[in-house]
């Protein structure tokens, strides 16, 4: 197959739509085209240059050569991740690929991990020299990986692997568009292995036109042609709920306040075409999404995050950072409905500064099979000048009614550093909960440019002697019982000693933990 220079695929492309490269019909946001010729990078070459892979405890880096050594000079950003569900230990990371941070032409990077993301290797990207953006990965049950790819012209790919993400050797075009996001039904319902993506209005694939939404029947291998929303809507997900509910969020294209989420319960039925029960269009999260300023120049701050609790489809979360009233300029705000998203709890603010300047950006949420919320967020609140952030988390067991004390995951580090000729680390980030752990994909500036990060999160600190040692002392003994029933009493705001009372090892410390805590009691000692 020949191929054509990228440089010239854009200059045809910008001819061809009377498009100028620095354009915007969005405003602030700048959809992603390709406005600069591909570069490639002295790092990319045999021989370039290499350095250490720095990363903090608990986080591994995914970009990383043969060896595991640092690529110098390229960046890496807006990170997705899916696990295999028949072998949680196969993971597949896709990202914005930029091989030099001279240009802003970025590729479509992909990683694999076989051992549960202790090490990952990075065999290069999708199509070598291809204008590739937005990248967004999921699984199905039979553990086949899909991995969704924004081309130059707005419209979509999707991609197969059936080897855990190692190879990618098949490609279905999927219409599409900007910003757009997919998600894949595991209900093990009639519409079992469906997948379906939405994107934002203001830059759409040829015949999209309006149309924002698109359904797979046959695990990907063709495409319905797209249909409308009752209210257009941009820079959201979507998500399939336990009982095949397919639900949408994203803000109101004309006021950034009003939330909007839309739902389909007939979208599972192949033999029909989806239709939606409902569209609210709220002020839900009590803020405004917020682009283009603080951390992240030329991006979003926050993407609106949909999710429902597994086995109770009625209760769904909603999640965003955004600028509430009054001087705050960011804060990570949570919603909830218990009717299937008709109406909305008043949000509330999940980090827990008391910071009037801080940023808490890039706001996300998982949901593990146990009902436990996982939200994890950047935060400038440890520097007064708002240039530093690090990454934070917090989890709640009681359906987001109260939430654990924020834990800091990193030190901190400067999304303002390697930007790849175009002023953002990314758009978001992705995360994926299990009953023990959460699996986060994330950016960040460990090595003094941009790369992509894996860390599995761990909700209670990790006990630092033995279980049932709650004083530190390497003993199990009756100085441990008030420190214990602390941690019980009050989870999930939890002191770093309370890793120490989770008895059974299932995250949450709760009744179930104090039999076992009896027993370690009565037998003494640190076994």
């Not at 009639?190 to 359904?215: D, K, P």
């Not at 086995?311 to 990570?332: E, I, K, M, Q, R």
């Not at 007064?384 to 990454?391: D, G, K, Q, W």
Request: glycine share 10%; net charge negative.
């Amino acid at each position: 197959m020949v191929r054509v220079p990228s440089a010239l695929v854009a200059f045809i492309f910008f001819c061809a739509v009377g498009l100028a490269p620095a354009e915007s019909p969005d405003g602030a946001y700048q959809p992603e085209r390709p406005d600069q010729p591909y570069m490639p990078g002295a790092g990319q070459l045999r021989g370039g240059p290499r350095g250490v892979a720095l990363a903090p405890p608990g986080s591994v880096q995914v970009n990383v050569d043969g060896n595991g050594l640092n690529i110098v000079g390229d960046a890496a950003n807006e990170p997705s991740i899916t696990i295999d569900p028949t072998n949680p230990l196969r993971m597949a990371i896709g990202w914005r690929q930029f091989d030099n941070i001279a240009s802003n032409f970025r590729q479509a990077g992909y990683a694999f991990t076989t051992d549960g993301g202790l090490t990952w290797t990075f065999p290069g990207v999708l199509e070598p020299g291809v204008f590739r953006s937005d990248p967004v990965l999921c699984a199905d049950n039979a553990g086949t990986f899909f991995y969704n790819s924004l081309q130059g012209t707005f419209c979509m790919d999707v991609w197969r692997s059936t080897n855990g993400g190692a190879t990618w050797p098949n490609l279905v075009p999927a219409f599409g568009g900007d910003k757009q996001w997919m998600d894949v039904d595991r209900t093990g319902g009639i519409g079992e292995g469906n997948l379906y993506s939405h994107w934002q209005s203001a830059a759409v694939c040829s015949g999209s036109s309006s149309n924002l939404f698109t359904r797979s029947t046959d695990h990907g291998l063709t495409w319905m042609s797209p249909i409308a929303f009752p209210n257009n809507l941009r820079f959201g997900t979507i998500h399939v709920a336990s009982n095949g509910d397919v639900f949408v969020t994203g803000t109101s294209n004309s006021n950034a306040s009003n939330a909007v989420v839309v739902r389909s319960s007939n979208a599972e039925n192949s033999a029909v075409t989806p239709t939606w029960d409902f569209s609210v269009v709220s002020p839900i999260l009590g803020g405004s999404q917020t682009l283009s300023t603080g951390p992240n120049p030329a991006g979003l701050l926050g993407q609106v995050q949909i999710v429902t609790r597994p086995g109770t489809p009625s209760h769904v979360y909603l999640l965003c950072s955004v600028n509430p009233a009054g001087a705050d300029p960011l804060d990570v705000r949570f919603a909830r409905s218990i009717d299937g998203g008709q109406t909305w709890s008043a949000s509330i603010k999940v980090n827990d500064d008391t910071s009037t300047t801080a940023y808490q950006w890039f706001g996300t949420i998982s949901v593990a099979p146990n009902g436990r919320i996982d939200v994890v967020w950047n935060d400038t609140k440890d520097d007064p000048a708002n240039l530093l952030s690090r990454t934070y988390y917090s989890f709640s067991v009681d359906e987001g009614v109260t939430w654990s004390a924020s834990r800091a995951l990193t030190p901190q580090w400067n999304s303002q550093l390697g930007f790849p000729s175009q002023n953002k680390i990314g758009d978001y980030y992705q995360m994926i909960s299990y009953n023990d752990a959460a699996h986060l994909a994330y950016a960040a500036t460990f090595n003094g440019e941009q790369d992509v990060y894996y860390m599995r999160i761990t909700p209670l600190p990790v006990c630092g002697t033995c279980a049932a040692d709650l004083t530190g002392d390497s003993s199990t003994d009756g100085a441990d019982i008030a420190a214990f029933m602390s941690c019980v009493l009050r989870f999930p705001v939890t002191a770093s000693s309370c890793g120490c009372a989770d008895m059974n090892g299932d995250q949450i410390i709760d009744l179930n933990d104090i039999a076992p805590f009896v027993d370690r009691l009565l037998m003494g000692g640190c076994p």
